[in-house]
């Protein structure tokens, strides 16, 4: 597709006139010695990542000497410039290059086609009912006074209250019964995605209140997940998307299901209340241990062998960030992402830092994931929630099954930057008709 706007000629412009600057800085001042300090600044790259693998894999003294390692490579680096009297050829050049790469991505940005989901008034409901759980997210139901400000807006509040555990999906189809023309639900993903299964087994929208912990999914819905009051808005301006909904197992997820190392930490018991801690204690017999099953999975044509970790999406994630995870621009792509971790060096540890061009990441999208072990059950967890599952465990996405209202207006909403393409750039910035 040909640029047809002016402005996006210029910025591809700015950003070949920036990346050479940057190369012309380094060249000019710091002459012979750019290769010096490229030297260091890789030199430092690649210890910092091995030194965040030991971090990682490790425990006791040798993780301690590790963090002292990431912490004094970065001020090796930094005294090393500053030696050869080039911290400001330095800087100089990183901030071009930054200048390279913002106006490169803007260029590419307007380049790219729209890839915002498309989405419709919602109607006026008569009888919604939002279902609370003032337990989650450390009680913000109460602390942002969810429940009395739905009920000002005509809606119906059940609270999740008692000692025991509530069907929340039992719950959610009575109300149903009895005449809700809307479903939400403030809690975490978890209780998220039960409601969510109800919704759209019937028909029914529903609404999103992030009052957990997390709430992924309310993030890539762009609702505002530090005043989750603001969800409220949508039963008085709100708008319909149509979103895919997961299934793994038989159960529904809005978010993810992961395997392997990660679902082994979800599954502690303290992983609830110390999650840093506990993820730090068991990583290392989870990685360089193989502890736990041994994983094999098919995501359509594409084979993941001996995966460390693997985590299935209900539509893949982004490709921009060091996990090769991140933020899902759409949610009605009718596929899974699978994203497979097999790292076992800290040069493979390094090479995470390229993201999705990574050795140690493996990544696919397709319609089902099956996914096998070399025991019968296996520990899952389902948007982050703990529970077993026997193999194999069939993976599967719903294409638009889901009607989620929105608020018109919403703060969050993400839209993926592009890769840095520098031939595409070169052809923006030097095609001067199209």
Same mark, same amino acid.
């Given at each position: 597709?040909?640029?047809?706007?002016?402005?996006?000629?210029?910025?591809?412009? *700015?950003? +070949? %006139?920036?990346? &050479? /600057? $940057? =190369?012309?800085?380094?060249?000019?001042?710091? #002459? !012979?010695?750019?290769?010096?300090?490229?030297?260091?600044?890789? *030199?430092? +790259? %690649?210890?910092? &990542? /091995? $030194? =965040?693998?030991?971090?990682?894999?490790?425990? #006791? !003294?040798?993780?301690?000497?590790?963090?002292?390692?990431?912490?004094?490579?970065?001020?090796?680096?930094?005294?090393?410039?500053?030696?050869?009297?080039?911290?400001?050829?330095?800087?100089?050049?990183?901030?071009?290059?930054?200048?390279?790469?913002?106006?490169?991505?803007?260029?590419?940005?307007?380049?790219?086609?729209?890839?915002?989901?498309?989405?419709?008034?919602?109607?006026?409901?008569?009888?919604?009912?939002?279902?609370?759980?003032?337990?989650?997210?450390?009680?913000?139901?109460?602390?942002?006074?969810?429940?009395?400000?739905?009920?000002?807006?005509?809606?119906?509040?059940?609270?999740?209250?008692?000692?025991?555990?509530?069907?929340?999906?039992?719950?959610?189809?009575?109300?149903?019964?009895?005449?809700?023309?809307?479903?939400?639900?403030?809690?975490?993903?978890?209780?998220?995605?039960?409601?969510?299964?109800?919704?759209?087994?019937?028909?029914?929208?529903?609404?999103?209140?992030?009052?957990?912990?997390?709430?992924?999914?309310?993030?890539?819905?762009?609702?505002?997940?530090?005043?989750?009051?603001?969800?409220?808005?949508?039963?008085?301006?709100?708008?319909?998307?149509?979103?895919?909904?997961?299934?793994?197992?038989?159960?529904?997820?809005?978010?993810?299901?992961?395997?392997?190392?990660?679902?082994?930490?979800?599954?502690?018991?303290?992983?609830?209340?110390?999650?840093?801690?506990?993820?730090?204690?068991?990583?290392?017999?989870?990685?360089?241990?193989?502890?736990?099953?041994?994983?094999?999975?098919?995501?359509?044509?594409?084979?993941?062998?001996?995966?460390?970790?693997?985590?299935?999406?209900?539509?893949?994630?982004?490709?921009?960030?060091?996990?090769?995870?991140?933020?899902?621009?759409?949610?009605?792509?009718?596929?899974?992402?699978?994203?497979?971790?097999?790292?076992?060096?800290?040069?493979?540890?390094?090479?995470?830092?390229?993201?999705?061009?990574?050795?140690?990441?493996?990544?696919?999208?397709?319609?089902?994931?099956?996914?096998?072990?070399?025991?019968?059950?296996?520990?899952?967890?389902?948007?982050?929630?703990?529970?077993?599952?026997?193999?194999?465990?069939?993976?599967?996405?719903?294409?638009?099954?889901?009607?989620?209202?929105?608020?018109?207006?919403?703060?969050?909403?993400?839209?993926?930057?592009?890769?840095?393409?520098?031939?595409?750039?070169?052809?923006?910035?030097?095609?001067?008709?199209?």
């Amino acid at each position: 597709m040909e640029p047809t706007m002016r402005g996006q000629r210029w910025l591809a412009r *700015a950003s +070949l %006139a920036s990346a &050479a /600057a $940057a =190369v012309l800085v380094l060249g000019v001042f710091a #002459g !012979l010695k750019t290769f010096a300090l490229l030297g260091v600044g890789l *030199a430092g +790259l %690649a210890i910092t &990542a /091995a $030194a =965040v693998w030991w971090i990682l894999s490790r425990r #006791g !003294l040798p993780r301690i000497l590790a963090a002292l390692l990431a912490l004094i490579t970065p001020i090796w680096v930094l005294v090393e410039f500053t030696q050869a009297r080039l911290t400001w050829v330095v800087l100089a050049s990183g901030g071009l290059w930054l200048l390279a790469a913002g106006t490169g991505r803007a260029a590419l940005a307007r380049h790219a086609a729209p890839d915002q989901m498309p989405e419709q008034p919602a109607a006026t409901f008569v009888h919604p009912v939002l279902i609370m759980n003032p337990r989650s997210g450390g009680g913000k139901v109460h602390r942002f006074a969810l429940d009395e400000r739905a009920g000002a807006l005509g809606a119906e509040v059940v609270l999740l209250e008692g000692p025991g555990e509530t069907d929340v999906a039992a719950l959610a189809r009575k109300c149903a019964a009895e005449g809700a023309d809307l479903l939400g639900v403030a809690g975490g993903d978890g209780t998220q995605a039960l409601v969510a299964e109800v919704a759209a087994a019937l028909d029914l929208p529903f609404l999103v209140i992030p009052a957990g912990t997390r709430n992924h999914f309310a993030l890539d819905l762009g609702l505002d997940r530090e005043d989750p009051s603001k969800a409220l808005d949508a039963l008085r301006d709100g708008v319909e998307l149509r979103v895919d909904l997961g299934r793994a197992g038989g159960r529904p997820f809005v978010n993810n299901v992961s395997f392997g190392a990660y679902a082994e930490v979800v599954q502690s018991p303290a992983y609830r209340d110390g999650k840093t801690r506990t993820t730090l204690g068991l990583l290392p017999d989870l990685l360089v241990g193989h502890r736990g099953a041994r994983l094999t999975a098919r995501a359509g044509e594409h084979d993941f062998t001996d995966p460390q970790a693997l985590l299935v999406s209900n539509n893949p994630y982004g490709t921009n960030d060091v996990a090769g995870l991140g933020r899902r621009t759409r949610l009605d792509g009718g596929t899974l992402g699978c994203v497979g971790v097999h790292v076992t060096s800290a040069a493979q540890a390094a090479g995470l830092l390229r993201g999705a061009q990574s050795a140690g990441l493996t990544r696919a999208a397709a319609a089902s994931v099956v996914v096998d072990a070399d025991q019968e059950e296996i520990p899952v967890g389902i948007d982050g929630e703990a529970v077993r599952l026997r193999v194999p465990v069939h993976c599967e996405v719903r294409p638009g099954v889901l009607r989620v209202v929105v608020p018109r207006l919403r703060p969050g909403t993400y839209r993926e930057r592009p890769r840095l393409d520098w031939r595409l750039i070169s052809r923006l910035g030097l095609t001067s008709r199209h």
